[in-house]
């Protein structure tokens, strides 16, 4: 099975709304990294999280500290611009290297 | 604008032949990272290279594709003979160590016909 799941594949919701993504992880890992991809194929870095929480604006992420399983973005008042593919990417306790899931399309609606 | 400089954005090449894009790591980061991004969003990691050492590599690198990553010069992967298969997103990413975060080039599209 996949190491990494992210949910849901798929959200759409208004301009105003709040939205919670979330990846589980099937065993500890030892940091999370959220992405979103644009239209252009880039890799837009929201946050690194080695533990605790980040926010930045109307986003705030988490990682689990104490079981080092899952991690979740929320997005708070959502806005057109935020439209696009969203990503986590675990870095592997193991290994030199993150594990990403399968993403979240995000499609704000007005 | 991304600190991680890839090239060329777009590569078109019939089967069997050469495939070559380029990575210019941020400034200062010594390990760099190549993924292969398919069309149904799934990521592959292909190799890692920590200043001009592969620290990881897959099994399928080993065989058709090759990397390196030169001092002074840019980072390559290449693709010594091109399959349909290879058609995706190929992503670039540095860090400072291979387990900070990681910082992602805009990527080349590889289109195999």
């Known amino acids: 099975g996949d190491q990494v799941e992210q949910s849901p594949s798929a959200l759409s919701l208004h301009e105003g709304t709040d939205s919670a993504l979330r990846c589980n992880f099937t065993?500890?890992?030892?940091?999370v990294q959220w992405f979103r991809q644009n239209s252009r194929g880039s890799l837009i870095s929201l946050f690194y999280l080695a533990s605790g929480t980040k926010e930045n604006g109307r986003l705030k992420s988490a990682f689990d500290s104490k079981e080092r399983r899952y991690s979740t973005l929320h997005i708070r008042d959502a806005q057109l611009e935020d439209s696009g593919t969203y990503f986590c990417?675990?870095?592997?306790?193991?290994?030199?290297?993150?594990?990403f899931g399968k993403g979240t399309h995000l499609h704000v609606l007005p | 604008n991304s600190k991680v400089i890839q090239t060329p954005r777009y590569l078109v090449k019939g089967q069997g032949q050469k495939a070559k894009m380029r990575c210019i790591p941020e400034?200062?980061?010594?390990?760099v990272f190549w993924y292969q991004q398919n069309k149904n969003n799934e990521f592959k990691f292909l190799i890692n290279f920590q200043n001009q050492e592969v620290l990881q590599q897959i099994d399928m690198t080993e065989k058709r594709f090759s990397a390196e990553c030169p001092s002074n010069s840019p980072c390559s992967l290449e693709i010594q003979s091109s399959e349909a298969g290879d058609s995706a997103l190929y992503l670039c990413?540095?860090?400072?160590?291979?387990?900070?975060?990681?910082?992602f080039g805009s990527g080349t599209r590889l289109l195999v016909i």
């Open positions: 065993t500890t890992m030892r940091s």
């Open positions: 990413a540095s860090s400072l160590n291979p387990n900070s975060d990681y910082t």
């Open positions: 990417a675990a870095h592997d306790t193991n290994a030199y290297k993150v594990i």
């Open positions: 400034k200062g980061h010594p390990v």
